[in-house]
């Protein structure tokens, strides 16, 4: 039996021109967890990494407080849908920046209601895979860490593969799987445990890294 971890990638730079770029939040919570898991002693066999900067950065964080020297295998199916793309389907007209309290809420409103479409099939996001093709991705990454690996095993991603990967696992609706993820954060850690023949949940959304009063607002969400 192995045990897999799967990281959603640090704080990204939520409400800015360009947010698939890790902020200075996001890179302490990489580096802490790195850290974590190496005061546990925890080591890898293998590491599987999407390929965006967000997925990049935060593997450097862990590997840097980790001092690990793995390389990763790069894994396009891990990587995010895009929340602009899914929103637009739904609303097409100009939004301004998620820059408020009330803006951030609208922004997560329609992100669900494009996320439930396109899940459904409703709708075709503009340079996006289906839903169906989007989970092939995500459950290719599982079946070739079961086909290839009896140990521990990371995977560094977002929050939509993440908790894809668990309502794969469970078998649940598209609409809890949508509130999986909205409710994964930043750094946070979700393991399975692993044979040959399945992935079985043994924890979700944990920041155990970030216990503490020393940590305490160092708990994010975008």
């Known amino acids: 039996m192995g045990n897999l971890y799967l990281v959603r990638h640090g704080q990204a730079s939520f409400g800015a021109a360009d947010y698939d770029n890790l902020s200075e939040l996001g890179h302490r919570q990489s580096l802490r967890l790195g850290t974590y898991f190496r005061q546990k002693g925890l080591q890898f066999d293998a590491v599987l990494c999407g390929t965006l900067r967000r997925h990049v950065q935060t593997w450097d964080g862990i590997r840097e407080g980790g001092e690990y020297a793995l390389e990763p295998l790069v894994w396009p199916g891990l990587n995010e849908f895009d929340g602009d793309a899914l929103i637009a389907t739904i609303n097409p007209h100009p939004m301004e920046k998620p820059d408020s309290l009330d803006g951030a809420k609208a922004h997560f409103r329609l992100l669900r209601d494009g996320l439930t479409q396109w899940m459904n099939g409703v709708v075709s996001p503009q340079g996006m895979s289906t839903y169906p093709e989007f989970v092939q991705g995500v459950t290719s990454a599982l079946d ?79």
Not at 178 to 195: D, H, K, Y
Not at 197 to 220: C, I, Q, Y
């Open 144 to 222: 070739h860490v079961r086909q290839h690996h009896t140990g521990n095993v990371l995977i560094v991603s977002s929050g939509g593969p993440i908790s894809t990967a668990v309502g794969h696992i469970l078998g649940t609706t598209p609409e809890t799987t949508i509130g999986l993820n909205l409710r994964i954060r930043n750094s946070s850690v979700t393991e399975f445990a692993f044979t040959a023949k399945r992935h079985t949940l043994v924890t979700f959304n944990t920041v155990p890294h970030l216990d503490g009063p020393e940590h305490a607002d160092w708990v994010s969400y975008a």
